[in-house]
Protein backbone atom coordinates (compact mmCIF):
# COMPACT_ATOMS: atom_id res chain seq x y z
CA UNK A 1 0.00 0.00 0.00
CA UNK A 2 1.55 3.45 -1.31
CA UNK A 3 0.66 6.85 0.40
CA UNK A 4 -0.70 8.57 -2.08
CA UNK A 5 -1.93 12.51 -1.66
CA UNK A 6 -4.72 13.49 -4.30
CA UNK A 7 -4.57 17.46 -5.10
CA UNK A 8 -8.03 18.43 -6.60
CA UNK A 9 -11.61 19.77 -6.89
CA UNK A 10 -14.19 18.66 -4.52
CA UNK A 11 -17.74 19.18 -6.15
CA UNK A 12 -21.12 18.17 -5.43
CA UNK A 13 -22.63 16.91 -8.84
CA UNK A 14 -26.14 17.18 -9.39
CA UNK A 15 -26.92 14.37 -12.28
CA UNK A 16 -30.04 14.31 -14.89
CA UNK A 17 -30.41 11.85 -17.25
CA UNK A 18 -33.42 12.33 -19.86
CA UNK A 19 -34.04 10.22 -23.13
CA UNK A 20 -35.19 13.95 -23.99
CA UNK A 21 -32.09 15.59 -24.57
CA UNK A 22 -30.79 15.31 -27.66
CA UNK A 23 -27.02 15.60 -29.00
CA UNK A 24 -27.69 17.91 -32.26
CA UNK A 25 -24.91 19.58 -34.95
CA UNK A 26 -23.97 22.64 -34.67
CA UNK A 27 -21.26 25.13 -36.54
CA UNK A 28 -21.04 28.19 -34.05
CA UNK A 29 -20.19 25.11 -31.12
CA UNK A 30 -16.50 23.85 -30.66
CA UNK A 31 -15.86 20.10 -31.91
CA UNK A 32 -19.51 20.27 -34.07
CA UNK A 33 -21.95 18.82 -31.41
CA UNK A 34 -23.74 20.46 -28.54
CA UNK A 35 -26.53 19.05 -25.92
CA UNK A 36 -29.65 21.15 -26.42
CA UNK A 37 -33.11 22.07 -25.63
CA UNK A 38 -35.33 24.61 -26.72
CA UNK A 39 -35.14 28.32 -25.26
CA UNK A 40 -37.87 27.77 -22.58
CA UNK A 41 -38.69 24.23 -22.52
CA UNK A 42 -39.03 21.73 -19.67
CA UNK A 43 -37.48 18.39 -19.78
CA UNK A 44 -38.57 15.33 -17.59
CA UNK A 45 -35.92 13.46 -16.14
CA UNK A 46 -35.98 9.50 -15.82
CA UNK A 47 -32.57 9.19 -13.27
CA UNK A 48 -30.90 11.75 -10.71
CA UNK A 49 -28.44 11.35 -8.20
CA UNK A 50 -26.81 13.74 -5.87
CA UNK A 51 -22.91 12.97 -5.25
CA UNK A 52 -19.72 13.75 -4.58
CA UNK A 53 -17.52 14.98 -7.71
CA UNK A 54 -14.54 16.79 -8.71
CA UNK A 55 -11.75 15.55 -10.29
CA UNK A 56 -10.19 15.33 -6.67
CA UNK A 57 -12.72 13.13 -4.97
CA UNK A 58 -13.28 10.58 -7.82
CA UNK A 59 -9.47 10.33 -8.44
CA UNK A 60 -9.12 10.12 -4.70
CA UNK A 61 -11.93 7.56 -4.51
CA UNK A 62 -10.38 5.22 -7.22
CA UNK A 63 -7.39 4.79 -6.04
CA UNK A 64 -8.58 4.19 -2.49
CA UNK A 65 -10.63 1.09 -3.98
CA UNK A 66 -8.00 -0.19 -5.68
CA UNK A 67 -5.74 -0.38 -2.45
CA UNK A 68 -3.78 2.47 -1.87
CA UNK A 69 -3.46 5.09 1.18
CA UNK A 70 -5.03 8.24 0.27
CA UNK A 71 -5.58 11.77 1.36
CA UNK A 72 -6.80 14.67 -0.16
CA UNK A 73 -5.99 18.02 -0.54
CA UNK A 74 -8.96 19.89 -1.97
CA UNK A 75 -11.08 22.90 -0.29
CA UNK A 76 -14.96 22.98 0.55
CA UNK A 77 -17.35 25.65 2.52
CA UNK A 78 -19.02 25.09 5.59
CA UNK A 79 -22.74 24.50 4.21
CA UNK A 80 -25.07 22.21 3.56
CA UNK A 81 -23.09 20.88 0.54
CA UNK A 82 -19.85 20.66 2.30
CA UNK A 83 -21.85 18.50 4.83
CA UNK A 84 -22.96 16.05 2.11
CA UNK A 85 -19.64 15.80 0.61
CA UNK A 86 -17.65 14.90 3.99
CA UNK A 87 -20.02 12.50 4.88
CA UNK A 88 -20.08 10.89 1.78
CA UNK A 89 -16.22 10.40 1.30
CA UNK A 90 -15.96 9.44 4.85
CA UNK A 91 -17.94 6.33 3.37
CA UNK A 92 -15.24 5.37 1.21
CA UNK A 93 -12.81 5.13 4.59
CA UNK A 94 -11.02 8.39 2.99
CA UNK A 95 -8.23 10.28 5.21
CA UNK A 96 -10.08 14.07 5.17
CA UNK A 97 -7.18 15.59 7.57
CA UNK A 98 -5.93 17.76 4.50
CA UNK A 99 -9.49 18.97 3.44
CA UNK A 100 -10.24 22.81 3.53
CA UNK A 101 -13.09 24.39 4.56
CA UNK A 102 -13.43 28.37 3.48
CA UNK A 103 -16.43 30.99 4.13
CA UNK A 104 -17.74 30.49 0.60
CA UNK A 105 -20.02 28.15 -1.09
CA UNK A 106 -19.05 24.68 -2.15
CA UNK A 107 -18.59 23.87 -5.43
CA UNK A 108 -21.47 22.88 -7.17
CA UNK A 109 -21.79 20.62 -10.99
CA UNK A 110 -24.90 20.60 -12.73
CA UNK A 111 -24.39 17.57 -15.06
CA UNK A 112 -27.41 16.30 -18.19
CA UNK A 113 -26.74 13.13 -19.43
CA UNK A 114 -28.05 12.22 -22.98
CA UNK A 115 -29.41 8.98 -23.56
CA UNK A 116 -26.40 7.76 -25.19
CA UNK A 117 -23.99 8.78 -22.42
CA UNK A 118 -23.11 12.13 -23.32
CA UNK A 119 -22.87 14.61 -21.78
CA UNK A 120 -22.90 18.49 -20.63
CA UNK A 121 -21.67 19.92 -17.60
CA UNK A 122 -22.42 23.27 -15.69
CA UNK A 123 -19.87 24.34 -12.78
CA UNK A 124 -19.75 26.58 -10.32
CA UNK A 125 -15.93 26.39 -8.55
CA UNK A 126 -16.42 28.04 -5.16
CA UNK A 127 -14.32 27.13 -2.50
CA UNK A 128 -13.16 24.39 -4.95
CA UNK A 129 -10.77 26.43 -7.11
CA UNK A 130 -9.28 28.53 -3.87
CA UNK A 131 -7.09 25.75 -2.42
CA UNK A 132 -4.40 27.70 -0.04
CA UNK A 133 -0.61 26.83 0.27
CA UNK A 134 -0.64 28.16 3.73
CA UNK A 135 -3.14 25.65 4.54
CA UNK A 136 -0.82 22.56 3.57
CA UNK A 137 1.17 20.36 5.90
CA UNK A 138 3.75 20.42 3.57
CA UNK A 139 5.91 18.28 5.58
CA UNK A 140 3.13 15.71 5.44
CA UNK A 141 3.54 16.02 1.38
CA UNK A 142 7.63 15.22 1.80
CA UNK A 143 6.05 11.75 3.35
CA UNK A 144 3.49 10.23 0.23
CA UNK A 145 5.45 8.20 -2.15
CA UNK A 146 3.16 9.84 -4.86
CA UNK A 147 1.11 13.41 -5.31
CA UNK A 148 -1.78 12.84 -8.07
CA UNK A 149 -2.82 16.44 -9.04
CA UNK A 150 -6.52 17.00 -10.92
CA UNK A 151 -7.38 19.99 -12.56
CA UNK A 152 -7.16 23.34 -10.28
CA UNK A 153 -9.44 25.76 -12.58
CA UNK A 154 -6.08 27.27 -14.54
CA UNK A 155 -4.61 28.12 -10.60
CA UNK A 156 -0.63 27.95 -12.14
CA UNK A 157 1.15 29.56 -9.04
CA UNK A 158 -0.01 27.18 -6.63
CA UNK A 159 0.48 24.14 -9.77
CA UNK A 160 3.85 25.36 -10.42
CA UNK A 161 4.72 25.31 -6.29
CA UNK A 162 3.15 21.91 -5.54
CA UNK A 163 5.02 19.71 -8.37
CA UNK A 164 8.29 22.07 -7.83
CA UNK A 165 7.88 21.05 -3.82
CA UNK A 166 7.44 17.18 -5.42
CA UNK A 167 10.40 17.35 -7.37
CA UNK A 168 12.17 18.84 -5.24
CA UNK A 169 11.80 16.81 -2.31
CA UNK A 170 11.97 12.98 -4.81
CA UNK A 171 8.14 12.92 -4.05
CA UNK A 172 6.61 10.97 -7.58
CA UNK A 173 3.88 13.41 -9.09
CA UNK A 174 1.70 13.16 -12.05
CA UNK A 175 -1.20 15.75 -13.46
CA UNK A 176 -4.06 15.87 -15.44
CA UNK A 177 -4.59 18.92 -16.49
CA UNK A 178 -7.80 21.11 -16.99
CA UNK A 179 -8.63 23.37 -19.74
CA UNK A 180 -7.64 26.56 -18.13
CA UNK A 181 -3.96 24.99 -17.42
CA UNK A 182 -4.14 24.11 -21.15
CA UNK A 183 -5.02 27.76 -22.43
CA UNK A 184 -1.58 28.28 -20.11
CA UNK A 185 0.94 26.24 -22.68
CA UNK A 186 4.20 27.83 -22.22
CA UNK A 187 4.09 27.73 -18.12
CA UNK A 188 2.49 24.35 -18.47
CA UNK A 189 5.25 22.92 -20.66
CA UNK A 190 7.77 23.71 -18.35
CA UNK A 191 6.34 21.77 -15.72
CA UNK A 192 6.05 18.91 -17.47
CA UNK A 193 9.47 17.56 -17.35
CA UNK A 194 9.45 17.36 -13.90
CA UNK A 195 6.48 14.95 -13.79
CA UNK A 196 6.02 11.11 -13.70
CA UNK A 197 2.72 11.06 -15.27
CA UNK A 198 1.27 13.03 -17.86
CA UNK A 199 -2.59 13.18 -18.68
CA UNK A 200 -4.29 13.99 -21.75
CA UNK A 201 -7.16 13.58 -24.57
CA UNK A 202 -6.08 13.14 -28.22
CA UNK A 203 -7.27 16.39 -28.86
CA UNK A 204 -5.95 18.37 -26.00
CA UNK A 205 -2.65 16.62 -27.07
CA UNK A 206 -3.12 17.91 -30.93
CA UNK A 207 -3.33 21.56 -29.52
CA UNK A 208 -0.23 20.84 -26.95
CA UNK A 209 1.66 19.51 -29.74
CA UNK A 210 0.66 21.59 -32.67
CA UNK A 211 -0.10 18.80 -34.82
CA UNK A 212 -3.19 17.95 -36.56
CA UNK A 213 -5.60 15.85 -34.69
CA UNK A 214 -5.57 13.59 -37.71
CA UNK A 215 -1.52 12.38 -37.10
CA UNK A 216 -2.00 10.64 -34.66
CA UNK A 217 1.74 8.93 -34.80
CA UNK A 218 3.54 12.37 -35.12
CA UNK A 219 1.51 13.61 -31.93
CA UNK A 220 2.72 11.19 -30.15
CA UNK A 221 6.28 10.87 -31.39
CA UNK A 222 5.86 15.07 -30.28
CA UNK A 223 4.36 14.10 -26.76
CA UNK A 224 7.57 11.72 -26.11
CA UNK A 225 10.11 14.48 -26.42
CA UNK A 226 7.96 15.93 -23.44
CA UNK A 227 10.48 14.57 -21.29
CA UNK A 228 7.56 13.13 -18.88
CA UNK A 229 8.28 9.39 -17.77
CA UNK A 230 4.76 8.22 -18.52
CA UNK A 231 2.63 10.23 -20.83
CA UNK A 232 -0.86 8.77 -21.75
CA UNK A 233 -3.25 10.23 -24.17
CA UNK A 234 -6.75 8.93 -24.12
CA UNK A 235 -9.21 8.21 -27.23
CA UNK A 236 -12.54 8.16 -25.97
CA UNK A 237 -13.78 4.77 -27.41
CA UNK A 238 -11.58 4.23 -29.43
CA UNK A 239 -8.99 3.54 -26.76
CA UNK A 240 -5.98 5.21 -24.93
CA UNK A 241 -2.35 4.66 -25.43
CA UNK A 242 0.90 5.39 -23.06
CA UNK A 243 4.28 6.52 -24.05
CA UNK A 244 7.21 5.47 -22.21
CA UNK A 245 10.73 6.08 -23.50
CA UNK A 246 10.03 6.63 -26.88
CA UNK A 247 8.14 3.28 -26.67
CA UNK A 248 4.26 3.68 -27.98
CA UNK A 249 1.77 1.18 -26.73
CA UNK A 250 -1.79 1.52 -28.50
CA UNK A 251 -4.91 -0.17 -26.72
CA UNK A 252 -8.64 -0.57 -27.60
CA UNK A 253 -11.04 0.33 -25.50
CA UNK A 254 -13.01 -2.62 -23.50
CA UNK A 255 -16.45 -2.69 -25.36
CA UNK A 256 -19.19 -1.32 -23.04
CA UNK A 257 -22.71 0.60 -22.92
CA UNK A 258 -22.11 3.56 -21.74
CA UNK A 259 -24.50 5.16 -19.31
CA UNK A 260 -22.95 8.16 -18.41
CA UNK A 261 -19.37 9.24 -19.72
CA UNK A 262 -19.20 11.53 -16.11
CA UNK A 263 -16.10 10.34 -14.30
CA UNK A 264 -14.19 8.71 -17.36
CA UNK A 265 -11.16 10.64 -17.42
CA UNK A 266 -10.85 10.37 -13.61
CA UNK A 267 -11.06 6.86 -13.82
CA UNK A 268 -8.57 6.04 -16.37
CA UNK A 269 -5.99 8.35 -13.92
CA UNK A 270 -6.93 5.93 -11.56
CA UNK A 271 -6.25 2.76 -13.01
CA UNK A 272 -3.04 3.65 -14.67
CA UNK A 273 -1.44 5.38 -11.36
CA UNK A 274 -2.26 2.50 -9.31
CA UNK A 275 -0.85 0.22 -11.75
CA UNK A 276 2.26 2.31 -11.91
CA UNK A 277 2.38 1.96 -8.22
CA UNK A 278 2.05 -1.43 -7.75
CA UNK A 279 4.76 -1.67 -10.29
CA UNK A 280 2.72 -3.21 -13.21
CA UNK A 281 4.28 -2.80 -17.05
CA UNK A 282 3.04 -0.65 -19.05
CA UNK A 283 1.02 -3.11 -20.83
CA UNK A 284 -0.78 -3.43 -17.33
CA UNK A 285 -0.95 -0.15 -16.05
CA UNK A 286 -2.36 1.02 -19.54
CA UNK A 287 -5.17 -1.43 -19.40
CA UNK A 288 -6.13 -0.98 -15.63
CA UNK A 289 -7.12 2.50 -16.74
CA UNK A 290 -9.20 1.24 -19.88
CA UNK A 291 -10.81 -1.07 -17.85
CA UNK A 292 -11.41 1.46 -14.96
CA UNK A 293 -12.65 3.75 -17.37
CA UNK A 294 -14.39 1.54 -19.21
CA UNK A 295 -16.13 0.24 -15.78
CA UNK A 296 -17.24 4.02 -14.82
CA UNK A 297 -18.86 4.70 -18.16
CA UNK A 298 -21.72 1.77 -17.11
CA UNK A 299 -22.73 3.82 -14.35
CA UNK A 300 -24.44 6.84 -13.46
CA UNK A 301 -22.29 9.59 -11.67
CA UNK A 302 -18.92 9.58 -11.53
CA UNK A 303 -18.27 7.16 -8.81
CA UNK A 304 -20.88 4.18 -8.44
CA UNK A 305 -18.69 2.29 -11.69
CA UNK A 306 -15.35 2.79 -9.99
CA UNK A 307 -13.73 -0.58 -9.51
CA UNK A 308 -12.22 -2.11 -6.03
CA UNK A 309 -8.96 -4.73 -6.47
CA UNK A 310 -10.87 -7.35 -6.68
CA UNK A 311 -12.90 -6.41 -9.61
CA UNK A 312 -10.28 -4.92 -11.50
CA UNK A 313 -8.64 -8.22 -11.49
CA UNK A 314 -11.60 -10.04 -13.36
CA UNK A 315 -11.57 -7.31 -15.57
CA UNK A 316 -7.79 -7.88 -16.40
CA UNK A 317 -7.96 -11.76 -17.25
CA UNK A 318 -10.44 -10.04 -20.53
CA UNK A 319 -8.20 -9.85 -24.04
CA UNK A 320 -7.68 -6.32 -25.73
CA UNK A 321 -6.62 -5.17 -29.28
CA UNK A 322 -2.87 -3.80 -28.91
CA UNK A 323 -0.01 -2.45 -30.80
CA UNK A 324 3.53 -1.39 -30.15
CA UNK A 325 5.80 0.82 -31.83
CA UNK A 326 9.29 2.67 -31.15
CA UNK A 327 8.79 6.27 -32.21
Known amino acids: MNKVIVVGAAVVDVLLKS ?16 MCEVVGGKLEAEESMVASGGGGTNVAVGLHRLGEAVKMISRIGKDDLGEVMINQLKKEGLDLSMVQKG ?23 GESGLISSREIDWEEIKKADWIQISSL ?3 MQFLEDIILFAFNNAV ?24 DFFNVNRMEASILTGVSYDNEKEIMRKMADFGCRVVAVTDGKRGASV ?10 AFAVDSVDDTGAGDAFVCGVVAGILQNSNPEEYLKMG ?5 SQVMKLGAKDGLLYKNEMEKWMAKKLKMVEEII
Request: proline share 4%; aromatic share 4%.
Open 290 to 294: LASGG
Open 103 to 125: EGKTGLSVVLVSADGGRSIVTYR
Open 19 to 34: KALKTVKGHEVPGGLA
Open 243 to 252: ITNHTWLKMD
Open 153 to 155: GGE
Open 172 to 195: KVGFNPGRKELDQKERLMKLIPKL
